[in-house]
């Protein structure tokens, strides 16, 4: 994940003052040092430190720190504002125009994932808005782009406008406008060209495609692996085009989080969404606040209630609580459950998404195996369904069968029958917290 190694900078930072009861000018002066130099580290626009470090050095010594009952905790909660504030605030919404279909240009630079972030949008669009988009090929001098935007509306069947690369970009830009009018569209997405460099040749071209579109949005797509490029580059589309957001791409890799940090400061152009990784559906609406708590250290949990709400079952939700208010839970709704969890994405992205999850000693490194997920996968399906029911009639030939079976040793099914056990006593006791809570009105699981 981007902004690990700032992460780890800052939170160690704040750890140290956090549970102060009483805050100096000179603790503050010291933990602003650290914190200068993580951001700096992390790629951040020296300018957007300098600024971000007076800001919050002159709220963190004001008077409604010093002479708070946790100082402490107040400095932080000073250094999440400005973090937040620093990346915009709050969420910057996409554009609906009063008149569809809504025109959203897409530019960039060649390699920073435009076409793909255009298909990946169109799907975000479809799926969370319910809207009805039109895909445009207007990328006519690379090789291979108007069949790469084929492609990926095939795989997502979804409409592309495309005349082919001997048209000129304005006329297909002008005749998909019309398309998308006469076949009710809601967005149309144009895919514009990208150059290795910024040149005069393609910003007229992009002028002139934005003049006969006249375009709600215009999305820059920046691939945050060049950091402090990556600002630079939307520092000089934003004085050409009049940029309405950034598309940040590759924030899953092993990035320092700078261009993050410094966009929206140096070019007061809002980040709208950001690319989490190769899948079709991993583009999220960028939440300031939500990604300074993860910054920080102090989770996610908004977007992870979002990730469940898209994916998880509502009524096998209400089923599995069932079972377990009457200890039924078996083999079988364990393997429904892995299913469904896997649905949300990566494990370990997801842990990062629980609040304190840092502190957990040793969660840190933990390296989250899909593969063995799969292994116990493969034991339970392995099973007859009487074994799925009810572990306690597996002997010792049965259990030979089923390591055989998936591939797996008895060792590994044992262990797998010993952590079923575990979370079943786990269970009944949550259960049990849950009952007492709801007759004093109190403790309640999420999503229950």
């Keep these: 994940m981007a902004f690990e190694g700032l992460a780890d900078r800052l939170q160690q930072t704040l750890q140290r003052i956090r549970g102060k009861g009483k805050v100096t000018e000179a603790d503050v002066k010291e933990m602003m040092r650290e914190v200068r130099l993580a951001l700096l580290e992390a790629d951040v626009n020296f300018k957007v430190v300098k600024d971000f470090i007076k800001r919050v050095s002159e709220r963190a010594v004001g008077q409604d720190v010093m002479q708070s009952l946790t100082p402490g905790q107040q400095v932080v909660k000073v250094v999440q504002e400005e973090l937040t504030a620093l990346m915009g605030g709050e ?38 808005y319910n809207r009805k988009p039109l895909l445009v090929a207007a990328d ?29 970009p304005v006329e297909i830009a002008r005749q998909a406008i019309q398309h998308a009018r006469d076949e009710h569209h809601d967005y149309v997405l144009i895919d514009t060209a990208g150059r290795l460099h910024i040149d005069e040749a393609l910003m007229d071209e ?37 940029l309405t957001g950034v598309v940040l791409t590759k924030l899953d890799g092993d ?23 190769e899948k079709l559906d991993a583009l ?48 079988d709704d364990f393997l429904d459950q892995l299913g469904q969890v896997r649905k949300l994405g990566p494990l370990d992205e997801l842990l990062g998404m629980l609040p304190g999850a840092n502190k957990i000693k040793g969660l840190k490194d933990v390296q989250v ?65 849950q009952q007492k809570g709801k007759k004093k009105g109190g403790f309640k699981f999420p999503f229950m």
Excluded: W
């Design 369 to 433: 195996d899909e593969k063995q997920i799969g292994r116990v996968e493969a034991i339970i399906r392995s099973m007859t369904m009487a074994e799925r029911e009810n572990p306690d009639i597996l002997n010792a030939s049965r259990k030979r069968r089923i390591a055989k079976g998936s591939g797996t040793t008895v060792p590994e099914l044992n262990r797998l029958l010993k952590q079923f056990e575990e979370m079943k006593k786990m269970m009944k006791m949550m259960t049990g917290m």
């Design 206 to 242: 992009l002028q002139q495609v934005k003049e006969i579109t006249k375009p709600d949005e215009i999305f820059l797509v920046v691939d945050a692996m060049t950091g402090q490029d990556a600002v630079n580059v939307a520092q000089s589309f934003h004085e050409q085009l009049g």
């Design 284 to 331: 999220e609406p960028f939440h300031p606040e939500r990604m300074a708590s993860r910054i920080l250290g102090m989770g996610d949990v908004l977007t992870l209630i979002e990730k469940a709400q898209a994916t998880v079952d509502a009524e096998k939700a209400k089923e599995l609580e069932q079972k377990m208010r009457t200890q039924s839970f078996t083999l």
């Design 140 to 168: 006519i001098y690379r090789p291979a782009a108007i069949k790469q935007l084929e492609t990926l509306g095939k795989q997502l069947s979804m409409p592309v406008f495309s005349l082919g690369d001997k048209v000129s």
């Design 255 to 277: 990035t320092r989080g700078g261009a993050a940090l410094s966009i929206k400061a140096v070019t007061n152009t809002p980040i709208k969404f950001v690319g989490l990784g």
């Design 91 to 128: 969420q910057s919404k996409i554009a609906v125009s009063n008149r569809p279909p809504t025109v959203i240009m897409m530019v960039g630079l060649q390699g920073a994932g435009k076409t793909t972030t255009t298909g990946k949008l169109a799907n975000l669009l479809r799926k969370k």
